[in-house]
């Protein structure tokens, strides 16, 4: 006698919770779909005039290390390179017979759309017996001031929410301002920590203010900053009598 058997009697059992290899990977994909770049690998994009949806924050890079002012143009080439308005105003920064005339940052900076700079240092670094005037680093630090001070005073009277010319003057108003070797100036006496506070305290919300300098701490900017980093040096170079090189520090 024989037995027929239905059609489904035929096939395997299947195991409820066993995941096909397409369920396998939809965890891991959704997941990447919802990170901002959407899990995708990054691609250079022409740079356009754009404008920064978070700014407004002050920073502040202190400490004996390297590294103080070559982080803030980082960040200044990265803000450039999403399209926004970025300017360098450098303190205490002149010529010396420690670096060659030609600076690789300069070419740099020229060389990226809505990015710009200038130095409003004096030969030779104040205090020191380098054949320059106390009095000169004093005058330019004051005058550099006055220029921060109407840098942040443009910016306030731009519309900092919308898209700025990047070849538009940076008294036009910028996105990000970086007042390099400011807090240098600062702990030498040349500008009032209080002049510092002021001027930070008096930037339009939308501007993203970069301060760098001075090997001791800043603690004016306790609770007027909202980044505050401790570039602390473990070992230097120049501790065993290695001048400045030639794309690394200038």
Same mark, same amino acid.
């Given at each position: ?119 409003? *240092? ?6 020191? /017996? +380098? #054949?320059? %005037? $106390? ?7 004051? !005058? ?68 760098? *300098? ?6 004016? /900017? +306790? #609770?007027? %900053? $909202? ?7 473990? !070992? ?15």
């Amino acid at each position: 006698m024989t037995t027929n058997h239905d059609d489904t009697d035929d096939e395997e059992p299947t195991d409820a919770h066993e995941e096909t290899p397409t369920d396998a990977g939809e965890g891991a994909a959704g997941d990447r779909a919802r990170t901002p770049g959407g899990g995708a690998a990054p691609e250079p994009e022409p740079i356009e005039p754009a404008a920064p949806e978070e700014f407004g924050l002050v920073q502040a890079f202190w400490g004996d290390g390297k590294g103080k002012t070559t982080a803030a143009m980082g960040m200044g080439f990265r803000a450039a390179g999403h399209g926004y308005r970025v300017h360098m105003l450098q303190f205490m920064k002149g010529g010396t017979d420690s670096v060659e005339g030609v600076r690789g940052e300069y070419n740099a900076i020229a060389a990226v759309p809505g990015f710009t700079y200038e130095n409003a *240092g004096h030969y030779g670094w104040h205090g020191l /017996l +380098d #054949g320059s %005037a $106390d009095d000169e680093h004093e005058a330019k630090a004051a !005058a550099a001031f006055d220029r921060a001070e109407a840098l942040v005073m443009g910016a306030a009277e731009a519309d900092l929410t919308e898209p700025l010319a990047l070849d538009g003057a940076p008294e036009a108003g910028v996105h990000l301002l970086i007042l390099d070797e400011l807090l240098y100036a600062a702990d030498r006496g040349l500008v009032a920590p209080d002049e510092v506070v002021r001027l930070a305290e008096s930037k339009p919300e939308d501007l993203e203010l970069v301060l760098t *300098g001075s090997h001791a701490e800043p603690d004016y /900017l +306790d #609770g007027v %900053a $909202d980044l505050i980093s401790n570039v602390r040096k473990v !070992a230097h170079p120049f501790d065993d009598g290695q001048r400045a090189r030639r794309g690394t520090e200038y």
